[in-house]
């Protein structure tokens, strides 16, 4: 399993909106395919005071080539349609993490 995380910069006058929309359509679009499971928002406490508020929104899913299949077949359509309702008020970027178990069997 690999971690699928998208931190979303939002904003400060759309972030209602936005989260609203990432927990009603977006977040419920992904997971719906089955192949993005056991999804998360969280809020990214900031480090200085600025602008706007980040939010990660992250999702297990069982291999890169998975995931990779998602985006073709409906992850791109799904990004679009974020960019296309808030344009620059929303930017985001995606990264794929590895659990590393720490404790000794």
């Known amino acids: ?15 209602a909106e936005c989260l609203d929309f990432l927990k009603k359509e977006f977040i419920p679009a992904a997971a719906r395919s089955g192949f ?3 999804p ?8 200085e005071e ?4 980040s939010y990660s929104v992250q999702f297990k899913v ?5 995931l990779n299949y998602w ?5 791109a359509a ?5 960019t296309d309702k808030f344009g620059q008020r929303v930017v985001g ?11 000794e069997a």
């Open 40 to 47: 998360r928002l969280r809020h990214i406490l900031p480090y």
């Open 50 to 53: 600025g602008e706007g508020e």
């Open 62 to 66: 069982k291999n890169i080539e998975t």
């Open 36 to 38: 993005l499971q056991a």
């Open 1 to 15: 399993m690999i971690i699928y995380n998208t931190t979303f910069h939002i904003d400060q006058q759309a972030i």
């Open 93 to 103: 970027f995606s990264t794929l993490l590895e659990e590393i178990a720490w404790e």
């Open 78 to 82: 799904l990004h679009r349609q974020l």
């Open 71 to 75: 985006l073709e077949k409906e992850g």
